[in-house]
Nanobody, 128 residues
Framework: SQLVESGGGVVQLGGSLRLSCTGS????????VGWFRRPPGKEREGVSC????????YYAGSVEGRFTISRDSAKNTVYLQMSSLQPEDTAVYSC??????????????????????WGEGTQVNVSP
């Protein structure tokens, strides 16, 4: 069982990318799911998290209005659409799945390694 991220890469300033997080042996339709990132030399931070229905979503202030999290239940996948990318968005992006008792805000602010399942991450580089 694992989470698999894809969609990372190199993009120019102002560009867009869509990250995907797919559960293999993990049912994302029964989990609160979040995207986290670790910029170079910095701590990991919650970027955006979504509840099972998709109606409750949380965004970090630094990405609000630029990033959109969504679900595709049929594909057991959660997406992170990233637009207007800035150099400070450069990071390793990882997805995580937790029990439904986690609200999206709580997950993004407090979820840790032992709290659920984590993917290996995908690198996003934004060039100036």
């Amino acid at each position: 069982s694992q989470l698999v991220e894809s969609g990372g890469g190199v993009v120019q300033l102002g560009g867009s990318l869509r990250l995907s997080c797919t559960g293999s042996g993990i049912n994302l339709n029964d989990a609160t799911v979040g995207w986290f990132r670790r910029p170079p030399g910095k701590e990991r931070e919650g970027v955006s998290c979504i509840n099972i229905s998709g109606r409750d979503r949380y965004y970090a202030g630094s990405v609000e209005g630029r990033f959109t999290i969504s679900r595709d239940s049929a594909k057991n996948t959660v997406y992170l659409q990233m637009s207007s990318l800035q150099p400070e968005d450069t990071a390793v992006y990882s997805c995580a799945a937790g029990a439904t008792l986690w609200t999206p805000q709580a997950m993004c602010l407090a979820f840790r390694n032992g709290d659920g399942d984590w993917g290996e991450g995908t690198q996003v580089n934004v060039s100036p």
